[in-house]
């Protein structure tokens, strides 16, 4: 069964302080992997899509890597304003199927 | 539509009563999510569509719960004989196709079974 695990659960940086947070996923057959952001009281705003180990993606201070069990999510020099929770999703080839699984995520604070 | 809508925000019934909770996709997006997120948690799959055809199920609790997309846009998941367990935010996402493609969400509807 596909799976995703999230980890820390939670983290709190200083304004500056780089970090990086985890994503272990098990699926038969990736298709693609996804990083999501989520303010409180909204729904997940898309951040990234890797598709194959080895691949990385960049936007601002954030950069995602994938490789076969796992992803991370990289942020240089964070602000206050990316404090929020970051969700990672798989969308695997079980049963041909397009459901995507996430994880539960991990809360960030970036403290000025 | 500049995004995802869902319809009502906020929903509180009492137990028993069925709910139709309301999904209106980006126009033009073939793919249409339905997921359950609790507090604290990641969202949790329910269902899908591609077009009008629902495509997997297999995310939806038990057979009180059912989905429907009859025109390939607006999607109404329809809960029957509530449960206080069925309290939860309900959210809706669609995408340009099923296949990899980023999905854009909606606000959510947060029921609430009393």
């Known amino acids: 069964e596909d799976q995703v695990t999230q980890s820390p659960e939670a983290l709190r940086l200083q304004e500056g302080e780089s970090s990086s947070l985890n994503c272990s996923y098990t699926v038969s057959g990736l298709r693609g992997l996804f990083w999501y952001r989520q303010d409180p009281g909204k729904g997940p705003e898309f951040l990234f899509t890797?598709?194959?180990a080895g691949e990385e993606k960049e936007k601002e201070r954030l950069k995602a890597t994938l490789t076969k069990k796992e992803s991370f999510l990289h942020i240089t020099a964070p602000k206050p304003e990316d404090s929020a929770t970051y969700l990672c999703?798989?969308?695997?080839?079980?049963?041909?199927?397009?459901?995507?699984?996430f994880g539960t995520g991990t809360r960030l604070k970036v403290l000025a | 539509g500049a995004g995802v809508s869902q319809s009502p925000r906020y929903k509180v019934t009492k137990r028993g009563q069925d709910v139709a909770l309301r999904c209106d996709p980006i126009s033009g997006h073939v793919s249409l999510y339905w997921y359950r997120q609790a507090l604290g948690q990641g969202p949790e799959f329910l269902t899908y569509f591609n077009y009008e055809a629902q495509q997997d199920k297999s995310g939806l609790p038990n057979d009180r719960f059912s989905a429907e997309r009859p025109e390939g846009s607006i999607s109404t998941l329809t809960i029957q004989r509530t449960e206080q367990r069925d309290s939860a935010m309900y959210r809706c996402a669609s995408s340009l196709a099923g296949t990899s493609n980023e999905q854009f969400f909606g606000p959510g509807t947060r029921l609430t079974v009393l």
């Open positions: 999703a798989v969308q695997g080839t079980t049963s041909g199927t397009y459901k995507y699984i």
């Open positions: 890797l598709y194959s």
